[in-house]
């Protein structure tokens, strides 16, 4: 930034440097046009073309070698100004980003997808539009005001005041003209996330749209959101076309007061013409950067609008925070203390009192029907969310005491939403712990049941899947995601509903595959069928949030209870079915 107002007072001051050879070659040619004149039809006058001819050269050598020495600093001005607010563009990015990756679950739940794209996006776009010609233009128009005023005083102060008359009126509209550019812009940015919102969703949901065929509707409701954007657009354009006339008519108007007082002032013999044309070319030199008032103006007014939104962000900070950071090794013991819960952003109560131990090595299964809070649970364990009343211990220390990545990467979780990334699926089962081991991700995906379809794509593992994982079924996409959790031989493996898109022999493949793992890990798993749950040494039952049977499941069949009920149902289901 110093180096590009450096090269900017620079590039100025070489560019003024051609007016006063202008001026010095416009009085020379009017002196040398009447000695020429006087001394007709002789040799002096020969003589008098000759010096005068030569003297233009040079005057024209260094208009030219002005103008080139104008055009590479021009080039480092760019170089520095500009590069600096792309790498400051870079920098807030990756601030941004990082952010985002620091805040709670329930910051997502509150906030769509598209409002954060468009702010590190769409908003730091702008922001570096500020910081790189608009600070550019700024200072630039800053520094040769100085330098062009300071001149034209010296020369003639009179002349000086009425070229710059109509320069306050011009101010005078920017300032008035600034607060309708801020608020309209506030309007298009608000309006580019909500058409940037609906593309998203429209895209990630077309599977939907497609069955339901609504792409119709679809295209007509982003018709009217592109037109609510159009005609705001529409309406920040009308000002700015409004306002360039306004400028350049009253820069006009300093070219005629100009060029009338100092004509006034020639034939008072006070002036030369030399110093008229001096003084357009002043004028002119200042008409760029001051036109690019307006401009700048709304650059400067929508970077204003972006940041606040950007800053709303970046102000919000994370309330999972770890009190102790503790990193000690994880064996898998799990305590729920009359835990309750209760979702910050919808007020719903997930969970009441529920209390349940899982010692190291052991498996619990949690079963319960929708909405039950079985998911809140596998959230909790994660620490996605902190509870809202009573306590969870992992071995033995409050949950909110260990490193909150030293945990995480202690669990292996699959979510009942399986999310796949568009990359191979060699590359989304190593996501799983960040290498790719090749004897492991074989390993993992024999162990999920799904070695043998893979190895029936013509690409094998590197098979390229489509947005979350839509090349594959539902049973693959979860078997991948089994792949992905398994391969990092967690201590404690979550298991949330992730079995619910395959059939019943597939998910007895499965889990006595799994069977050897859990061994050596504590293992929680969550379904709404009983099946899922015959390998687990201890089975909860929930139902709205609390725990209404609980115990191994000969216990609970004998008892004759909601598991029982639920047991018939499903097993009697499964019978009928070919």
């Given at each position: 930034?110093i180096?590009?107002t450096?090269?900017?007072?620079?590039?100025?001051i070489v560019a003024?440097i051609?007016?006063?050879?202008?001026?010095?070659a416009?009085?020379?040619?009017?002196?040398?046009?009447d000695?020429y004149?006087?001394?007709a039809?002789?040799?002096l006058?020969?003589?008098?073309?000759?010096?005068?001819?030569?003297?233009?050269?040079?005057?024209?050598c260094?208009?030219?070698?002005?103008?080139?020495?104008r055009?590479?600093?021009?080039?480092?001005?760019?170089?520095?100004?500009?590069?600096?607010?792309?790498?400051?563009e870079y920098?807030l990015k990756n601030?941004?980003?990082q952010?985002?990756?620091?805040?709670?679950?329930?910051?997502?739940r509150?906030n769509?997808?598209?409002?954060?794209?468009?702010?590190?996006?769409?908003?730091?776009?702008?922001?570096?539009?500020?910081?790189?010609?608009a600070?550019m233009?700024?200072?630039?128009?800053?520094?040769?005001?100085?330098?062009?005023?300071s001149y034209?005083i010296i020369v003639?102060?009179?002349?000086?005041?009425?070229s710059?008359?109509?320069l306050p009126?011009?101010?005078?509209?920017?300032?008035?003209v600034?607060?309708?550019?801020?608020?309209?812009?506030?309007?298009?940015q608000r309006?580019?996330s909500?058409l940037?919102?609906?593309?998203?969703?429209?895209?990630?949901?077309?599977?939907?749209?497609?069955s339901?065929?609504?792409e119709?509707d679809?295209?007509?409701?982003f018709?009217k959101?592109?037109?609510d954007?159009?005609?705001?657009?529409?309406?920040?354009?009308?000002?700015n076309?409004l306002?360039?006339?306004?400028?350049?008519?009253?820069?006009?108007?300093?070219v005629?007061?100009?060029?009338?007082?100092?004509?006034t002032?020639?034939?008072?013999?006070s002036?030369?013409?030399g110093?008229i044309?001096?003084f357009i070319i002043y004028?002119?030199?200042l008409?760029w950067p001051?036109?690019?008032?307006g401009?700048?103006?709304?650059l400067v007014?929508?970077?204003a609008a972006?940041?606040?939104?950007?800053n709303e962000f970046?102000?919000?900070?994370?309330?999972?925070?770890s009190?102790a950071?503790?990193?000690s090794?994880i064996?898998?013991?799990?305590i729920f203390d009359?835990?309750s819960?209760?979702?910050?952003?919808?007020?719903?109560t997930?969970?009441?009192n529920?209390?349940?131990k899982?010692?190291?090595?052991e498996?619990?299964a949690i079963i319960?029907t929708?909405?039950?809070?079985k998911s809140?649970?596998?959230n909790?364990?994660c620490?996605?969310y902190?509870?809202?009343a009573?306590?969870?211990?992992?071995?033995?220390?409050p949950?909110?005491?260990y490193n909150i990545?030293h945990l995480?990467?202690?669990?292996g979780?699959v979510?009942?939403?399986?999310f796949?990334?568009?990359?191979t699926?060699r590359?989304?089962?190593?996501?799983?712990?960040g290498?790719?081991?090749?004897?492991?991700i074989?390993?993992?995906a024999?162990d999920?049941?799904?070695?043998?379809?893979?190895?029936?794509f013509p690409?094998?593992?590197?098979?390229?899947?489509?947005e979350?994982g839509?090349?594959l079924?539902g049973?693959q996409k979860?078997?991948?995601s089994?792949?992905r959790?398994?391969?990092?031989s967690p201590?404690?493996?979550i298991l949330?509903?992730?079995?619910?898109?395959v059939?019943?022999?597939?998910e007895?493949?499965i889990?006595?595959?799994l069977k050897?793992?859990?061994?050596d890990?504590?293992?929680?798993?969550i379904?709404?069928?009983?099946?899922?749950?015959?390998?687990?040494?201890h089975?909860?039952?929930?139902?709205?949030g609390?725990?209404?049977?609980?115990g191994k499941e000969p216990?609970?069949l004998?008892?004759?209870?909601?598991?029982?009920e639920?047991y018939?149902?499903?097993?009697?289901?499964?019978?009928?079915?070919?």
């Amino acid at each position: 930034m110093i180096l590009g107002t450096l090269f900017i007072i620079v590039t100025n001051i070489v560019a003024i440097i051609p007016a006063q050879v202008v001026r010095h070659a416009i009085d020379l040619v009017k002196t040398n046009a009447d000695l020429y004149q006087t001394y007709a039809d002789s040799q002096l006058q020969s003589n008098l073309y000759g010096s005068f001819a030569q003297s233009i050269v040079i005057f024209a050598c260094i208009i030219l070698g002005m103008a080139l020495l104008r055009g590479i600093f021009l080039f480092f001005v760019r170089q520095t100004i500009i590069v600096m607010s792309r790498k400051i563009e870079y920098d807030l990015k990756n601030e941004v980003y990082q952010h985002y990756q620091t805040l709670p679950l329930s910051f997502y739940r509150q906030n769509n997808t598209g409002d954060l794209m468009a702010r590190i996006s769409e908003d730091v776009s702008r922001v570096r539009m500020y910081l790189g010609p608009a600070i550019m233009y700024s200072i630039n128009l800053f520094t040769l005001f100085i330098i062009v005023i300071s001149y034209m005083i010296i020369v003639n102060p009179k002349l000086t005041f009425y070229s710059l008359l109509p320069l306050p009126v011009l101010s005078v509209s920017i300032y008035f003209v600034s607060s309708v550019m801020n608020k309209r812009s506030e309007e298009i940015q608000r309006s580019l996330s909500s058409l940037s919102t609906f593309v998203q969703e429209a895209f990630s949901g077309v599977r939907v749209l497609k069955s339901f065929v609504r792409e119709v509707d679809s295209e007509h409701q982003f018709a009217k959101e592109s037109l609510d954007y159009r005609d705001k657009s529409l309406r920040l354009t009308f000002v700015n076309a409004l306002f360039f006339p306004l400028m350049m008519g009253l820069i006009g108007l300093s070219v005629l007061l100009t060029i009338f007082v100092g004509g006034t002032q020639v034939i008072e013999g006070s002036l030369t013409i030399g110093n008229i044309a001096e003084f357009i070319i002043y004028v002119n030199m200042l008409t760029w950067p001051v036109a690019s008032l307006g401009w700048v103006t709304s650059l400067v007014q929508r970077a204003a609008a972006s940041q606040k939104r950007i800053n709303e962000f970046l102000k919000i900070k994370t309330d999972i925070v770890s009190n102790a950071a503790l990193s000690s090794p994880i064996h898998g013991e799990i305590i729920f203390d009359q835990v309750s819960f209760t979702y910050p952003d919808s007020g719903i109560t997930a969970l009441q009192n529920v209390s349940f131990k899982v010692a190291p090595g052991e498996s619990i299964a949690i079963i319960g029907t929708t909405g039950s809070g079985k998911s809140t649970i596998a959230n909790i364990i994660c620490r996605l969310y902190d509870v809202t009343a009573g306590g969870v211990k992992i071995d033995g220390r409050p949950i909110e005491d260990y490193n909150i990545t030293h945990l995480r990467k202690s669990i292996g979780y699959v979510p009942q939403d399986v999310f796949l990334f568009s990359d191979t699926i060699r590359n989304n089962i190593g996501f799983g712990n960040g290498t790719l081991d090749e004897e492991q991700i074989l390993q993992a995906a024999k162990d999920s049941d799904l070695y043998h379809n893979i190895s029936e794509f013509p690409k094998g593992f590197d098979t390229k899947l489509g947005e979350r994982g839509i090349t594959l079924s539902g049973g693959q996409k979860q078997r991948v995601s089994i792949a992905r959790a398994i391969i990092r031989s967690p201590k404690i493996l979550i298991l949330d509903d992730s079995l619910s898109s395959v059939d019943t022999k597939t998910e007895n493949t499965i889990l006595s595959n799994l069977k050897r793992l859990m061994q050596d890990c504590t293992t929680v798993i969550i379904s709404h069928r009983v099946s899922s749950a015959k390998l687990a040494d201890h089975i909860l039952v929930l139902d709205e949030g609390k725990i209404i049977e609980q115990g191994k499941e000969p216990e609970l069949l004998a008892k004759g209870g909601v598991y029982r009920e639920l047991y018939d149902k499903q097993i009697q289901a499964d019978e009928i079915m070919p």
